[in-house]
């Protein structure tokens, strides 16, 4: 199949206002608003001051501030990870966040073109530990530099989604870095980079900041508390000749770029270097005639180090972040940013007609209590903050595009996806896309024939591990339903199957996008599948199928998930390479937004190679999203392996 070329995942639509009170530098003519952390000795966030605990100057100038408040996006002490984590525990399913209910959106950026073999060992289980000290209301995403915008995934409350796409890193071939982060030297050295170097240092140290503007367009419109984390080890501003360092524009004007769009954006970057504290002087592994010769790499050696880590610094300087330098466990570093995203002051103070002259002014907030430091954004340049305009003159195909990358679900026309993992009677793997499209949005002419006829299109893309798209449909087609039956059809709403053959294991983002070409109306819907590797031997669950029990080849009911109070749910999964003598049981439980409701008993099951079942639901539960959870058990004496599955259902009223 073809693949599809894609804009960045990030951007949004449609264009929305800021928020009053959204972490950002905001330029009108009324006000000029700009975010402050302040953290004691220890690196705590102060979370009591008033306004006459603060100064702040524009251009070196005090101004009166007259908005003032604190924002706490964390609800307490962010929780330590457990120093061993059970591989047998069961995951609990994420609840399903609204826009308003977001606290924090954290992009994990993993810079793999600036990654040794061994840093990216460290970040690979910091991750995995990371997860843990997450809390309800937190949003994460995660990205490599090295691959394409599609291997964005798409933000997630679910922590074992994230710990599973940490397994799938690996360093990366093109990183400029090899093995480990300290390259050895001999007796041969140039006191200069050679073409071939400072080439190889450019190229990664644009592709990592391309990748990070991306990224930053599209948080414009996101909610809560932004922030990147970039785990990187940084790369060179300056272009060594002869022995001279000069700074280098290729990497210093995006430099700049970069910073002053995450401060119009919101976003606060952090940095983490997780090379840690290394030893920088000469040993036995470094070849060289004698001690002058050793000096002059040693030096050289240090100052190269120190000279990958300024654009670290900078980065976070300008956006007010923090950046970890020479700590030895990323994991804690990364535990220190949400320490560091609790909360934060919101200050703004009324301009005057000079701050609107195009030319960058400096911002400095001071914090009048001693033993207390403040971080803000440096500056912003005068032009007043105006609404985003929607992009001009896009094609139909545009903006499916932008609307199957968009961050969070558009409600124009409603979409709901179910991605699933399954094989066939071969046994070969595939991903079956159910999509249901509701239809009391989209224009429904009456015809000559005095039928109703409405238009659809339909893109679905899966995309792998590294942003390619080697699985998409594009579909356009006509819609025709009599006018006595229109009621009846248009609250059913249209299903549409899709179904992928796998060549590869490995993550995969499914998503879709639908538009009524009539009235340009857009829906859209992702979910995240993950297809293990059946050739190792090792048993596995297939995604959770629901219907309804009492008919379990209703296709509307496995595309929409919606059930009634007191409806039987029919339940089913796979079980992919079972041992023969395995003995297996079943357990099923259901939660509402996190917390179990009903949790069954654990039951022998007779097919080792199928679960499945039914599971009636409460009379009286309220209306809303839950999530089913099957979690099957193989007995291995004092041990045993436990596997889940989950999926979301919706309880409509009665």
Request: aromatic share 6%; proline share 7%; hydrophobic share 40%.
């Amino acid at each position: 199949m073809r693949r599809l070329a894609l804009l960045p995942f990030l951007l949004a639509l449609p264009a929305q206002q800021p928020d009053p009170d959204s972490p950002l530098i905001r330029v009108t003519v009324n006000l000029v608003q700009v975010d402050a952390i302040v953290t004691d000795k220890s690196g705590h966030v102060v979370t009591d001051l008033s306004p006459n605990d603060f100064e702040i100057l524009q251009d070196g100038k005090p101004r009166k501030i007259n908005r003032f408040a604190y924002i706490a996006t964390q609800a307490g002490p962010t929780p330590l990870p457990p120093r061993r984590a059970n591989p047998n525990a069961i995951p609990i399913p994420p609840p399903a966040y609204k826009p308003e209910q977001v606290r924090r959106t954290i992009v994990l950026v993993v810079d793999d073109l600036a990654l040794s073999f061994e840093s990216m060992y460290h970040v690979r289980e910091a991750i995995k530990k990371f997860t843990a000290s997450l809390q309800p209301g937190d949003l994460v995403a995660m990205m490599r530099t090295g691959a394409g915008a599609g291997a964005v995934q798409s933000f997630t409350a679910d922590h074992a989604q994230i710990n599973q796409l940490a397994t799938t890193l690996r360093w990366n071939f093109r990183s400029r870095t090899g093995a480990g982060p300290i390259t050895s030297v001999d007796e041969e050295a140039e006191d200069s980079d050679t073409p071939e170097e400072d080439m190889m240092n450019r190229s990664a140290g644009l592709g990592s900041l391309g990748a990070m503007e991306w990224i930053i367009r599209g948080l414009a419109n996101v909610p809560g508390r932004k922030s990147i984390v970039l785990l990187s080890e940084g790369f060179k501003m300056q272009a060594r000749n002869q022995g001279v360092d000069t700074l280098n524009g290729a990497l210093t004007d995006p430099l700049r770029r970069l910073t002053n769009q995450a401060t119009r954006a919101g976003v606060v970057i952090y940095t983490i270097d997780p090379r840690g504290l290394q030893p920088l002087s000469l040993s036995a592994a470094d070849t060289v005639r004698n001690q002058k010769q050793s000096d002059r790499l040693q030096e050289r050696r240090i100052r190269e180090f120190e000279q990958t880590q300024d654009p670290l610094r900078i980065l976070a300087a300008e956006t007010g972040g923090k950046t970890f330098l020479n700590v030895n466990f990323p994991d804690e570093s990364l535990r220190r940013v949400l320490d560091d995203q609790s909360g934060f002051y919101l200050l703004g103070y009324s301009p005057d007609e000079a701050t609107f002259d195009r030319k960058y002014h400096k911002i400095t907030v001071k914090v009048k209590r001693k033993g207390l430091e403040v971080r803000s954004r440096n500056g912003f340049v005068g032009v007043e903050d105006k609404p985003a305009a929607a992009p001009a003159n896009q094609t139909p195909q545009q903006q499916l595009v932008l609307a199957l990358n968009a961050p969070f679900q558009s409600a124009a026309i409603p979409v709901k996806l179910s991605g699933l993992f399954a094989v066939d009677d071969k046994q070969s793997p595939y991903l079956h896309c159910l999509l249901h499209i509701g239809m009391e949005n989209i224009k429904l002419t009456e015809g000559a024939d005095g039928k109703l006829h409405g238009k659809i299109e339909i893109l679905v893309a899966a995309f792998d591990e590294n942003g390619d798209a080697p699985h998409n449909n594009f579909k356009a087609s006509g819609i025709t339903v009599d006018k006595a039956t229109a009621a009846a059809a248009i609250a059913r709403g249209l299903f549409v199957t899709v179904a992928y053959p796998l060549k590869k294991a490995g993550p995969y983002q499914l998503r879709t996008a639908v538009r009524d070409p009539e009235t340009g109306a857009i829906g859209n819907a992702s979910q995240f599948v993950m297809a293990p590797d059946l050739t190792k031997g090792r048993m596995y669950l297939s995604s959770l199928f629901v219907a309804s029990g009492t008919d379990t080849a209703d296709r509307m009911r496995l595309g929409t998930r919606l059930f009634l109070p007191g409806e039987e749910v029919a339940y089913s999964l796979q079980i992919l390479n079972p041992k023969p003598d395995a003995k297996l049981s079943l357990q099923v439980r259901l939660f509402d937004e996190g917390k179990a409701i009903f949790e069954g008993s654990d039951k022998p099951l007779a097919n080792p190679k199928a679960a499945n079942g039914v599971i009636r639901l409460g009379t009286k539960m309220k209306p809303g999203p839950y999530s089913l959870q099957v979690v099957v058990t193989e007995a291995k004496g004092a041990k045993p392996r436990r596997l889940s599955q989950w999926t979301d259902l919706h309880v409509k009223p009665n």
